[in-house]
């Protein structure tokens, strides 16, 4: 494999979401709008295998055509199949020695909530963490947010990327660059609601989440992180650069 850079951005799918009709277009837009630099996280606890299987042969074509990674969480085995270049591991999937079974040339993330989360994973072999809860979200009302804090934390005990995820907006990337994550993930930030109606329970939801603002210039509102990181990797610092992690392998096109 031909090592290529890992993808700062990722937009990870709302749940709910890769069920409506526009799910694809959504997502081939997003993942058009990150191109190379941003990676596409195809998640979702409402479809069946069957589904994410479909959707994600068609998302892998985008992914060839856009360079944009897909990355299929906790169906490994998908993942290998349509050729994603990654998959991402939660508490509740196979862990990282049985995925590597399933597909031993794959790169691997895990989520992790702790630093020592953070360091099995890395000793387990895995080539990146997503680390959070860095802010309060919809999704995890009540747990108390590790914060700003935690991501130094891990970025101190580990050498993989680290992805910081949750309530995470454009406005928070240089606080967390500087703390030493490698990048960030979002799920609102990518604004999957646009194009459908919300039902009853969605509507209630989406009364809690954060504001998703679409600057001028930005088609896609995912993209003022891509902004946002640049405008931070500009700047003159010399906390964690990205030369100082380990870059994880391409995976299959």
């Avoid at 990870?12 to 837009?29: I, K, M, P, Q, Y």
């Avoid at 990048?183 to 919300?198: L, Y």
Wanted: glycine fraction near 10%.
């Amino acid at each position: 494999m031909t090592p290529q850079a890992f993808p700062v951005v990722h937009a990870v799918t709302d749940s709910g979401a890769v069920l409506h009709g526009n799910f694809l277009e959504r997502a081939s837009g997003i993942m058009r709008a990150l191109g190379p630099r941003g990676a596409l996280h195809l998640r979702s606890s409402r479809a069946s295998a069957k589904q994410l299987h479909e959707l994600a042969t068609l998302l892998s074509l985008v992914q060839k055509s856009t360079g944009c990674w897909l990355i299929v969480n906790d169906r490994v085995d998908i993942a290998a199949a349509v050729g994603a270049r990654g998959a991402q591991l939660a508490s509740h999937s196979l862990a990282i020695a049985e995925a590597r079974i399933v597909a031993p040339d794959l790169p691997l993330g895990a989520s992790i909530h702790s630093v020592a989360e953070a360091l099995k994973a890395e000793s387990e072999g895995a080539s990146w963490c997503v680390a959070g809860t860095v802010f309060e979200t919809p999704s995890h009302v009540g747990r108390a947010p590790a914060r700003i804090e935690f991501i130094e934390q891990v970025a101190a005990a580990v050498k993989i990327p680290i992805i910081a995820i949750g309530g995470i907006t454009p406005e928070d990337v240089a606080a967390l660059r500087r703390a030493g994550a490698y990048g960030v993930a979002t799920i609102r930030g990518a604004d999957w609601d646009r194009g459908h109606g919300a039902s009853a329970d969605e509507d209630k939801l989406m009364r809690t989440r954060l504001p998703v603002t679409t600057d001028a210039g930005f088609a896609e509102p995912v993209t003022r992180y891509i902004s946002a990181y640049d405008s931070e990797s500009g700047s003159d610092r010399d906390d964690h650069p990205d030369g100082e992690r380990v870059t994880p392998g391409a995976g299959a096109e």
